[in-house]
Structures are given as C-alpha cells and as structure tokens.
C-alpha cells in the first residue's frame, strides 16, 4: 500500500465520521483534519525516535522475555532490564521499584485494590479526593461495595485540599491516603510535603496518581515523599497500552498482591508477558522528556500565560486554574452565557480540545472537578480545558485565542441572556 494510497484511505473514513457527526464534506473534512491540537493532557503524538526504537522488538528481537532458554529471550530480557535502568536513572529511583502495567487506570487499581486487600487486618479506612480522576473515584466506589470506608475531600476553589481537614479525617484505621498532584483537567498541584508529613505521622501509607506530571514538572521530590505512584507512557509522547506504578519498598519485599494473575511475572505482582516494544518506547519517551525538562517547562509556562491571558480578555471570562502552583501547560476557562455543547462542537472545526478528562467525555454530566471547586453547573458545562505541548507554537497560541474570541462571541449574540445581562 502506497503512502498516497494509505491517506486517501484515510480521508474517506475520517469524511464519513465527520458527515455522520458536523454533516460536513470533504474539503471541510480535510480542514478539520488539519485543526490545532490543544489536548495533550488527552495524550500526545508518539515521537519518531519512539517508534524507531520500539520497530525492532516487534519483529525482529519479538521473543518473550520470560522464555529462559535461547537467545531469543535473552534478548528481549536484556532490552526490558536495560530500559528499566534507564527509567530508574531519570526518574532518580531505584529499577527494582518499578512495576509495568497496561497504563495509569490499571495502575491505580493495582494500588487501591493492593493495599485494601494487603492492609484489611490494619483498618479499612481510606482517604481521597472528589476532584481525583475518575480512575480513582471508580476504584474507591468499588471498594466501598467491598466493605471499605472512603472519605473524600472536599477542595477549595482553587481545587485545593484543606491539610488542616485532612489531618482532621485521618484515624488509626486509615490504612491509605489517594491524592492526585497535579489535576488533570485544571494543572492544581497538591501541596504533597504537608500531605505526606500528616499522612505518615498517622502510620498510613500514601498513593499520588502523578500520571500529568510526568515530563511536565521535575518529581525527584515526589518518589520522596510518597508511598506509590503511577504513570503512563502516552502522556509523554510514548506509546498508549503502557504504564508503571512506582513502589517506594517494593526491593525489601514489600510490594503489593498482585491484581493479574498467571505466570508470575515481575515477581509475582503483575502476571502476564511484558510488553517488550511498549516498555522499550516508554524508556525512551521518559529519557527525552528529562533531556530537555528545564527548557521546556519554561517554554510551555511562557506559552500558557499568553493562551491565558488572552482568552481572559474575553468579557466576563474566568480562569480555573489561579492557583501559582500549577502544570506548565494547563489552561482551563469558563465562558459564561454560552451553550457549552455548541461552543465545543463549533471549536472542533478548528481546534482540538476538551472540556475535561477524555475518560469521562462520554458524560452528560459537567465536569466532577469544577463542581467540587464550587463552580456552578451552568457555568461548568461552559468550559474549555486547553493542553498545550511539545508542538505548539506561539503562532498557534495566537491562532486559538483569535478562534475561541470570535466563537464565543458568535455564540452570544444568538444568547437572549447576554443580550439582557446588563438590564
């Protein structure tokens, strides 16, 4: 199949979606194609050194890393340690800390199921969030059915969690403390050195899902202070299907149960064959990401600002994320008096973005985060989360403020209410 060939192919069934879903054609089709991409908290593209490093292990080095008995093996063993170590080189950890899953999701469950069904003769008492990803929210609703006990904090406007309240909550019996760091949806990060300091001083153990902070903000701290931590390739511009949960004494034998049977792979806490491609991919996104980490960081933090600041210029705009502690790349705006479902349908012409976590896009609820900072419905509903990442540009920063101005403009005029606001 020719490369000319292959994009035709494409084309036609992205026209089909696009007729089904915008009752556009192909030329429109074609334009939409080429939108601006402003959700990378969704997942990034994954890199061409990436790929050239996973190709070989699909179909060249493709034995099984746990066949012990000829070179094959051998080889794709040897590719998993050798990414391993670079892993826990970048990340300033040790390699025997390191578990692979299939991504974040299954790593959460992994260490909310492990613990309650590790620590059960200690307590059942956990303690989370009400602004976590939906991931956690889901695990700890399960484990409630199984007789566990959740208390869930709430969070400032700012989606902050009060210390002084959590300290308030903890009890002998509170086995785990389920803290995000850095919010998917909004880029709060969560003051995790007083969070840790309470949470040990209670004999708990600590879990923080740092999967958007990975490659975007330096976390040498973080393995400090935490008990476990979980993160996942395709944020960081690797391969989707893989993700790792960082034990903090896993090396002392004191990992966790594992949630996959069969095998007994990755001493007995996550069966199944290891992902050599997918595992050798991750190692390489994580080692770029840190290359050029301080750059960046400064980079998409110039960039955020002006995105920022220019869709603020909006009359009556508000901004989610005003915290100072916050992701480098995150930038989530609330617009009252417009349909929030026409304002997204009507950007995604143009622009790639989201009003939210893509796990809970199939919703018809507003945002679980904003409602939990206190943001009405109404105005939850009329929000825009914006990501921005390793291929923005300023001219595109200054292309989308231009597009959401003149959108939510448009979409106010036909808004009787905004027409009456000042009466």
């Known amino acids: 199949m020719t490369h000319s060939y292959y994009n035709i192919l494409k084309l036609v069934s992205i026209k089909n979606y696009l007729i089904l879903t915008f009752n556009v054609e192909i030329d429109e089709a074609q334009q939409m194609y080429s939108q601006l991409y402003f959700d990378y908290n969704a997942t990034t593209p994954c890199l061409k050194e990436v790929v050239d490093c996973m190709l070989p292990y699909f179909y060249q080095d493709f034995g099984n890393p746990s066949s012990s008995h000829h070179p094959y093996g051998w080889l794709a063993k040897s590719a998993i340690e050798d990414a391993t170590l670079i892993i826990a080189k970048n990340l300033g950890i040790s390699p025997r800390s390191l578990v692979y899953t299939s991504g974040a999701t299954e790593s959460i469950n992994m260490v909310l199921k492990g613990i309650a069904r590790k620590m059960q003769s200690k307590g059942n008492h956990i303690i989370t969030t009400k602004s976590e990803h939906k991931a956690v929210l889901d695990t700890c609703a399960f484990l409630e059915e199984d007789g566990f006990e959740v208390t869930y904090l709430d969070v400032d406007s700012e ?153 603020l210029k909006i009359e009556l705009a508000i901004s989610n994320s005003t915290t100072s502690q916050r992701l480098p790349n995150t930038v989530h705006i609330s617009f009252p008096y417009v349909d929030g479902t026409n304002l997204l349908t009507a950007l995604s012409r143009q622009i790639a973005l989201s009003n939210g976590s893509a796990c809970n896009s199939a919703s018809v609820e507003p945002s679980h985060v904003l409602t939990a900072m206190g943001v009405e419905r109404s105005l939850a509903y009329a929000s825009l989360r914006l990501s921005i990442g390793r291929y923005t540009s300023e001219s595109d920063i200054e292309k989308a403020i231009e597009i959401i101005t003149n959108e939510v403009a448009k979409q106010r005029d036909s808004n009787i209410l905004w027409e009456r606001r000042a009466l």
């Open 159 to 311: 989606g902050l969690i009060s210390t002084e309240m959590l300290n308030k909550m903890l009890r002998p019996d509170t086995i785990l403390v389920s803290i995000l760091y850095a919010n998917n949806e909004t880029g709060t990060i969560q003051p995790l050195d007083e969070i840790s300091k309470l949470t040990h001083e209670n004999g708990s153990l600590l879990f923080s899902d740092t999967t958007q902070a990975l490659g975007k903000v330096d976390l040498s701290k973080v393995f400090k202070l935490v008990d476990f931590a979980c993160f996942s390739a395709h944020k960081i511009y690797g391969p989707k299907g893989i993700g790792l949960v960082f034990i903090k004494d896993n090396e002392d034998g004191n990992g966790l149960p594992s949630l996959i049977q069969g095998g007994g792979q990755q001493k007995n806490q996550r069966g199944g064959t290891l992902n050599t491609p997918l595992i050798v991919g991750f190692s390489k996104a994580i080692a770029l990401a840190n290359d050029n980490l301080k750059v960046e960081i400064e980079r998409l933090g110039t960039l955020r600002n002006k995105l920022e600041k220019g869709l």
